[in-house]
């Protein structure tokens, strides 16, 4: 099965920048489509942004949208989420998915997760 693994999160003032990584077993990155979702506490994960390295789609949440940007390197297979003007209101666990086909934006659409990774925006 697909291992996802996040990183790259950790405490950030708003205005601030973070880049989180998520390596992917085997040749994800090519094969699949890979989606960037959060989730704070006590609420349901909302999706982030979605890549497909195949056919170089890429769509993004409204709440994000000029701000973040999704990107991938197939030979580190690794997706990348830039995340730049940040805002408290972005404090989240980030999660990293992989879905067989298309570009879905929810979360029913992914087939495999990672762990997550922790992002703090302080104001």
């Known amino acids: 099965q697909v291992q996802l693994v996040e990183s790259g999160g950790g405490l950030v003032q708003a205005g601030g920048s973070l880049r989180l990584s998520c390596a992917a077993s085997?040749?994800?990155?090519?094969?699949?489509?890979m989606g960037w979702f959060r989730q704070a506490p006590g609420k349901e994960r909302e999706f982030v942004a979605v890549i497909r390295s195949s056919t170089g789609s890429i769509y993004y949440a409204d709440s994000v949208k000029g701000r973040f940007t999704i990107s991938g390197d197939n030979a580190k297979n690794t997706v990348y989420l830039r995340m730049n003007s940040l805002k408290p209101e972005d404090t989240a666990v980030y999660y990293c998915?992989?879905?067989?086909?298309?570009?879905?934006?929810?979360?029913?659409?992914?087939?495999?997760w990672g762990q997550g990774t922790q992002v703090t925006v302080s104001s």
């Open positions: 998915a992989a879905s067989r086909s298309g570009l879905p934006t929810i979360t029913r659409g992914y087939d495999y």
């Open positions: 085997g040749r994800t990155f090519n094969t699949y489509t």
